[in-house]
Every structure is written in structure tokens, then in C-alpha cells.
Antibody, heavy 125, light 110 residues
Framework: QDELVESGGGVVQPGRSLRLSCAASGFTFSDFAMHWVRQAPGSGLEWVAFISYDGSRQQYSDAVKGRFTISRDTAKNTLYLQMNSLTLEDTAVYFC??????????????????WGQGALVTVSS | QSVLTQPPSVSGAPGQRVAISCTGGSSNIGAGSDVHWYQHFPGTAPKLLIYGNNNRPSGVPDRFSASRSGTSASLAITGLQAEDETDYYCQSYDSDLNGWVFGGGTKLTV
């Protein structure tokens, strides 16, 4: 049974930093790519960052590029999101999500097959 | 402004059928990027509902189905039930943005 548990959320002042963690269990963490997705209050889901299964490739949304860093520690089965230079617009619930590799009809698909419950980050002075 | 456009809300009576559209462009759905659909009850973890062309993960009832044409995709829900009332999101990959994109979300009222 897949399980993803986020931690590290809280209240932080603008310009400061925060690191989120996502503890994974129930699957072979090193076999799967992972994502961070966020949801600001009253808004929809917004993709934030991606990291490949082996950590060799990262991608970021334009909104966080240059400020956020996604990483993973296979030995600890943990995904991280280091958030620097936080702004009010970064206030959101942050979800980690596992990217699956699903085979159907002769094709592979890569949806976000399992999500954590989310961690609330509030940026406020 | 989301890259993928969904109606903010749809509604239907119990037992009826509703469809939720997801309109993209030539750099995402129109480019052949896969479209996935998620169901999200506020305050909980989003759940994968449909992946790829029209594939349901184990446990998702066949009342849920999806289709795509050109630069758009659609989620259909038949035999509406009160428990279906929540938010639904489409998701794809955008080659211009080099990243994953979500629709703005649609609130279904039953």
C-alpha cells in the first residue's frame, strides 16, 4: 500500500526559507519519478516540480524556478522541496505525488498515481 | 490563468450524465500529450480517476469515462451520485512550458 506523508510546513515570513519533506513507503521509492503540486487558497492545483527516478533530472514551473529545489534521498525514501525567497504567492498546501508507469493498450502512461495529504505553507509577515 | 481551460462548475441531478471539458492547445493536448483526470475532495489527497485515453485505475467505477479530440478532452460521469459532488481536474504536459499543467478545476454539484 503506497503511502506518502508530507511534513515541514508552517508559517514563514516573506523572503525566508522552508524545506518540505515527503516520506514514502509501500513501494520501491528509487523506481519512480516524483512531483510536487500545490494548491493556493481558493485556487486549483498547480504543478511545481519534478524529479526523475534516479534524481538526475529536475524540472520546475516558471513560478518557482530559481527559488525552489527538488531533491530525493533514496536511502531515506524521502523527497524534499527546498523553498527559498518565499513570497506571499507561495502560500498553499503542497502535495507530493508519485508518478506511475501504467501499461495499457500497447502504451505506457505516466499519471500521478498516488498523492500525499499535503502540507500547509503560509507566507506571512 | 490555467493553460488548460475547464468550466468552473457543472451540475446535474442524481442519475443524470454530465461532461466536463478540458480545452488546451497545440503544445499540450493538441500535440498528443496524454490527458489524465483527478478527483479531489478539499482537505484530502487528490485521487487519480482516469489516465491516458480512457483507462480507469482499479476501484474507479465505469460510470467515469474520458475522451479526447484535437486540442480538447472531456470527462463524462453517468448515473450521477451524491458522492460524486466535488472538484475535478484535467492534467497534461506542455512542450512550450516544459512542464506539467493542470486545468483550473471544475466543481461538480449533484
Amino acid at each position: 500500500q503506497d503511502e506518502l506523508v508530507e511534513s515541514g510546513g508552517g508559517v514563514v515570513q516573506p523572503g525566508r526559507s522552508l524545506r518540505l519533506s515527503c516520506a514514502a513507503s509501500g513501494f520501491t521509492f528509487s523506481d519512480f519519478a516524483m512531483h510536487w503540486v500545490r494548491q493556493a487558497p481558493g485556487s486549483g492545483l498547480e504543478w511545481v516540480a519534478f524529479i526523475s527516478y534516479d534524481g538526475s533530472r529536475q524540472q520546475y514551473s516558471d513560478a518557482v524556478k530559481g527559488r525552489f529545489t527538488i531533491s530525493r534521498d533514496t536511502a531515506k525514501n524521502t523527497l524534499y522541496l527546498q523553498m527559498n525567497s518565499l513570497t506571499l504567492e507561495d502560500t498553499a498546501v503542497y502535495f507530493c505525488a508519485k508518478e506511475g508507469k501504467e501499461w495499457s493498450g500497447g502504451n505506457y502512461y505516466y499519471p500521478l498515481t498516488y498523492w500525499g495529504q499535503g502540507a500547509l505553507v503560509t507566507v506571512s509577515s | 490563468q490555467s493553460v488548460l481551460t475547464q468550466p468552473p462548475s457543472v451540475s446535474g441531478a442524481p442519475g443524470q450524465r454530465v461532461a466536463i471539458s478540458c480545452t488546451g492547445g497545440s503544445s499540450n493536448i493538441g500535440a498528443g500529450s496524454d490527458v489524465h483526470w483527478y478527483q479531489h475532495f478539499p482537505g484530502t489527497a487528490p485521487k487519480l480517476l482516469i489516465y491516458g485515453n480512457n483507462n480507469r485505475p482499479s476501484g474507479v467505477p465505469d460510470r467515469f469515462s474520458a475522451s479526447r479530440s484535437g486540442t480538447s478532452a472531456s470527462l463524462a460521469i453517468t448515473g450521477l451520485q451524491a458522492e460524486d459532488e466535488t472538484d475535478y481536474y484535467c492534467q497534461s504536459y506542455d512542450s512550450d512550458l516544459n512542464g506539467w499543467v493542470f486545468g483550473g478545476g471544475t466543481k461538480l454539484t449533484v
